[in-house]
Structures are given as structure tokens and as C-alpha cells.
């Protein structure tokens, strides 16, 4: 059972549109990201969050946004997007420490 | 070179065999050590972490660290047709925040 949530699941969206992916944890984790992934290659981090009201940019995150106003919530924004945005989004959280991330069911955006 | 590498595979086992996944890092630094199964079209899911040298076994996975080698990996026993996935090694520095992730070793396991 997921404890962390993204949506829209997929999402086809036209060029010079401003997007939103939504992604909501219920385990009360501090720590946050968002990841990028293209098929068969390594996730790439976009953004992270060490807590509300802090994050932190990733490799791949200067065409992107996000917030942290509360824990349970990290939403990843994309002010007018592009063709070159198509890929999988994923979110995850961890427990403070070296743990692992839990992901999300990931967002498929698709920019045409 | 990549931080964390990986053969992309495919690895093809048949089924009740080992499946060994391999995994090399270049950071000295790195502390903690991840094995995530991803299967086609979903989002990664942890399988394994691993701090110190040695083995680490859970069920029919044993994953294995060499931090003098900057060597990871995973050993898959009795390899099932539902162990068919990418697997992906990431790797963490103790007080960094980033996980690198390696791009996966795709496992296809033979019925």
C-alpha cells in the first residue's frame, strides 16, 4: 500500500503550459524529492526538502519549482513547459538518516 | 566516469538459479548502499540497504559490500519469473543529501 501519492498519474499537456505535479506523504517524513527518469537511464534529482520551508536544487532543477509549506506535501511546478519535459516524474521520501526512499507511483508527462 | 555503474544487461537466469547483480562506485566517501527493483512502467521499490563491509541477507536476496573495492551487489537466490525487473544500485554519502543512482541492470528470469 503507497504511503506517498502523486497525481495525475499521466498527464498530455501543450507547449507554454504551466504545470503542476502534485505528491503527498502520510508517514511524516522531513525529507522530500523529486526525480526525473527516462526510460532505461538513471533517475536524475530535480529538487529536495530537508523539512517546511526548505528546499534545495537538485541537477536538473532550472526550469522547475517547488514548495514545501507543509510536510506531508512537495508539489514540483513547471512554469511553461516544453518538449523537452517529457519524462517520468517521481517523488519520494525518507526517514531521517541513511535510509532509502520510499517513491511514489510516478507522473508520465507528456509535452506536445 | 558515472558515479555508480551498472552492466545495463540483460541479465537472463533461469528460473531457480542465482542471479548475481553487480555494482561499482567512485566516490571513497559513500556510506550507505541501496538495491531498488523497478519493473516495467513503475516506480522504484527498496529492496536492500547495506552499511558495512560484508553480507547482508534478507530472504532470498543477499546483498554484499566492499567498500576497499567501491563494489556492490546483489545476489538473487532461487531466482522466480517475478523477479524479472530492472535493478538499480544507489549509493549515499553519510551527511550529504544526494543519492546517485546507477541507470539498472535489467534481470530477466527464464520460466
Known amino acids: 500500500e503507497a504511503d506517498i501519492y502523486q497525481t495525475p498519474r499521466y498527464l498530455v499537456i501543450g507547449t507554454g503550459k504551466k504545470i503542476t505535479l502534485e505528491c503527498s506523504q502520510t508517514?511524516?517524513?522531513?525529507?522530500m524529492y523529486w526525480y526525473q527518469q527516462d526510460p532505461g537511464m538513471e533517475l536524475h534529482l530535480i529538487h529536495y526538502?530537508?523539512?517546511?520551508?526548505?528546499?534545495e536544487k537538485g541537477d536538473l532543477s532550472s526550469e522547475s519549482t517547488v514548495s514545501r509549506i507543509r510536510t506531508e506535501h512537495f508539489p514540483l511546478t513547471l512554469e511553461s513547459a516544453r518538449p523537452s519535459h517529457t519524462s517520468q516524474y517521481l517523488c519520494?521520501?525518507?526517514?531521517?538518516?541513511?535510509?532509502?526512499?520510499?517513491f511514489g507511483s510516478g507522473t508520465r508527462l507528456t509535452v506536445v | 566516469q558515472k558515479e555508480v555503474e551498472q552492466n545495463s544487461g540483460p541479465l537472463s537466469v533461469p528460473e531457480g538459479a542465482i542471479a548475481s547483480l553487480n555494482c561499482t562506485y567512485s566516490?571513497?566517501?559513500?556510506?550507505?548502499f541501496f538495491w531498488y527493483r523497478q519493473y516495467s512502467g513503475k516506480s522504484p521499490e527498496l529492496i536492500m540497504s547495506?552499511?558495512?563491509?560484508g553480507d547482508k541477507e534478507d530472504g532470498r536476496f543477499t546483498a554484499q559490500l566492499n567498500k576497499a573495492s567501491q563494489y556492490v551487489s546483489l545476489l538473487i537466490r532461487d531466482s522466480q519469473p517475478s523477479d524479472s525487473a530492472t535493478y538499480l544500485c544507489?549509493?549515499?554519502?553519510?551527511?550529504?543529501?544526494?543519492?546517485?543512482f546507477g541507470a539498472g541492470t535489467r534481470l530477466f528470469v527464464k520460466a
Open positions: 547495506i552499511y558495512s563491509n
Open positions: 508517514m511524516g517524513h522531513d525529507k
Open positions: 566516490d571513497r566517501v559513500s556510506q550507505s
Open positions: 526538502s530537508y523539512g517546511v520551508n526548505s528546499t
Open positions: 519520494a521520501s525518507s526517514e531521517p538518516g541513511n535510509y532509502g526512499y520510499t
Open positions: 544507489a549509493v549515499k554519502n553519510t551527511g550529504g543529501f544526494k543519492t546517485i
